[in-house]
Protein backbone atom coordinates (compact mmCIF):
# COMPACT_ATOMS: atom_id res chain seq x y z
CA UNK A 1 0.00 0.00 0.00
CA UNK A 2 1.02 3.50 -0.86
CA UNK A 3 1.20 6.25 2.00
CA UNK A 4 -0.53 9.60 1.05
CA UNK A 5 1.38 12.54 1.29
CA UNK A 6 -0.27 15.99 1.83
CA UNK A 7 2.55 18.16 -0.41
CA UNK A 8 0.87 21.13 1.47
CA UNK A 9 2.44 20.70 4.71
CA UNK A 10 5.89 19.79 3.61
CA UNK A 11 7.24 23.61 4.49
CA UNK A 12 5.80 22.97 8.01
CA UNK A 13 7.64 19.56 8.09
CA UNK A 14 10.85 21.20 7.38
CA UNK A 15 10.40 23.11 9.77
CA UNK A 16 9.43 20.75 12.29
CA UNK A 17 12.65 19.10 11.39
CA UNK A 18 15.16 22.29 12.21
CA UNK A 19 12.88 22.75 15.59
CA UNK A 20 13.39 19.51 17.22
CA UNK A 21 11.84 19.59 20.60
CA UNK A 22 14.67 18.18 23.56
CA UNK A 23 13.10 14.60 23.36
CA UNK A 24 13.08 14.17 20.24
CA UNK A 25 16.59 15.20 19.01
CA UNK A 26 17.97 13.06 21.95
CA UNK A 27 15.73 10.07 20.62
CA UNK A 28 16.82 11.41 16.82
CA UNK A 29 20.63 11.69 17.82
CA UNK A 30 21.23 9.01 20.34
CA UNK A 31 19.56 6.31 18.98
CA UNK A 32 17.60 6.45 15.91
CA UNK A 33 20.16 8.58 13.38
CA UNK A 34 22.90 5.75 13.28
CA UNK A 35 19.82 3.02 13.53
CA UNK A 36 21.20 0.40 11.00
CA UNK A 37 16.80 0.55 8.88
CA UNK A 38 16.42 4.14 7.45
CA UNK A 39 14.08 6.08 9.77
CA UNK A 40 13.05 9.43 8.66
CA UNK A 41 12.44 12.86 11.13
CA UNK A 42 8.84 14.97 10.80
CA UNK A 43 7.43 12.63 8.05
CA UNK A 44 4.37 13.79 6.44
CA UNK A 45 2.49 10.75 6.02
CA UNK A 46 -1.61 11.73 4.84
CA UNK A 47 -2.23 15.09 5.98
CA UNK A 48 0.23 14.40 9.78
CA UNK A 49 3.38 14.86 10.26
CA UNK A 50 5.20 12.40 12.56
CA UNK A 51 7.69 12.68 14.18
CA UNK A 52 9.53 9.73 12.96
CA UNK A 53 9.03 6.71 10.62
CA UNK A 54 10.44 3.98 9.65
CA UNK A 55 9.10 2.42 6.21
CA UNK A 56 10.53 -0.85 5.90
CA UNK A 57 8.60 -1.75 9.21
CA UNK A 58 5.76 0.57 8.87
CA UNK A 59 6.74 1.74 11.94
CA UNK A 60 5.76 5.29 13.38
CA UNK A 61 7.44 6.69 16.41
CA UNK A 62 6.03 9.83 18.62
CA UNK A 63 7.31 11.40 21.29
CA UNK A 64 4.64 13.24 23.64
CA UNK A 65 4.95 16.15 25.78
CA UNK A 66 2.27 17.06 28.08
CA UNK A 67 -0.13 18.80 25.68
CA UNK A 68 -0.83 15.29 24.15
CA UNK A 69 -1.97 14.25 27.37
CA UNK A 70 -4.71 17.10 27.45
CA UNK A 71 -8.65 16.11 25.84
CA UNK A 72 -7.91 18.38 23.05
CA UNK A 73 -4.20 16.65 22.17
CA UNK A 74 -5.77 12.75 23.56
CA UNK A 75 -8.48 13.51 20.53
CA UNK A 76 -6.35 14.55 17.84
CA UNK A 77 -3.60 11.22 18.55
CA UNK A 78 -6.64 9.21 18.43
CA UNK A 79 -7.34 10.50 15.31
CA UNK A 80 -4.04 10.05 13.87
CA UNK A 81 -3.59 7.36 15.30
CA UNK A 82 -6.92 5.89 13.86
CA UNK A 83 -5.30 7.07 9.99
CA UNK A 84 -2.26 5.69 10.73
CA UNK A 85 -3.04 2.32 11.62
CA UNK A 86 -5.69 2.28 8.46
CA UNK A 87 -2.92 2.16 6.28
CA UNK A 88 -0.75 -0.97 8.20
CA UNK A 89 1.25 1.45 10.08
CA UNK A 90 2.25 0.46 13.86
CA UNK A 91 2.25 3.68 16.89
CA UNK A 92 4.50 3.46 19.02
CA UNK A 93 4.53 6.73 21.50
CA UNK A 94 6.67 7.61 24.43
CA UNK A 95 6.65 10.56 26.91
CA UNK A 96 9.08 13.25 27.38
CA UNK A 97 9.36 11.37 31.02
CA UNK A 98 10.09 8.20 29.14
CA UNK A 99 12.73 9.27 27.01
CA UNK A 100 14.15 11.28 30.29
CA UNK A 101 13.70 8.13 32.63
CA UNK A 102 14.04 5.38 30.66
CA UNK A 103 16.05 6.07 26.99
CA UNK A 104 17.41 2.46 27.34
CA UNK A 105 13.81 0.68 28.00
CA UNK A 106 12.62 2.92 24.66
CA UNK A 107 15.32 2.13 22.82
CA UNK A 108 15.35 -1.28 22.93
CA UNK A 109 11.36 -1.33 22.46
CA UNK A 110 11.80 0.46 19.15
CA UNK A 111 14.14 -1.83 18.19
CA UNK A 112 12.45 -4.98 19.16
CA UNK A 113 9.21 -3.11 17.20
CA UNK A 114 11.12 -2.19 13.97
CA UNK A 115 12.97 -5.98 14.13
CA UNK A 116 9.50 -7.83 14.40
CA UNK A 117 7.83 -6.07 12.05
CA UNK A 118 10.68 -6.43 9.11
CA UNK A 119 9.88 -8.42 6.18
CA UNK A 120 13.41 -10.11 6.60
CA UNK A 121 14.69 -9.60 10.31
CA UNK A 122 18.23 -9.35 9.32
CA UNK A 123 18.26 -7.69 5.64
CA UNK A 124 19.74 -4.37 7.46
CA UNK A 125 23.08 -6.30 8.15
CA UNK A 126 23.54 -7.68 4.65
Not at 10 to 17: F, H, P, Q, V, Y
Not at 37 to 49: C, D, N
Not at 100 to 110: A, L, Y
Amino acid sequence: MTIPKDDSQLKNARRLRKEMTPHERKLWYLFLRNYPVKIYRQRIIGSFIVDFYCASARLVIEVDGSQHYESQGMAYDAERSKFLSDLGLEVLRFSNREIDRNFRSVCEQIDSTIQDRLPDPLSHLR
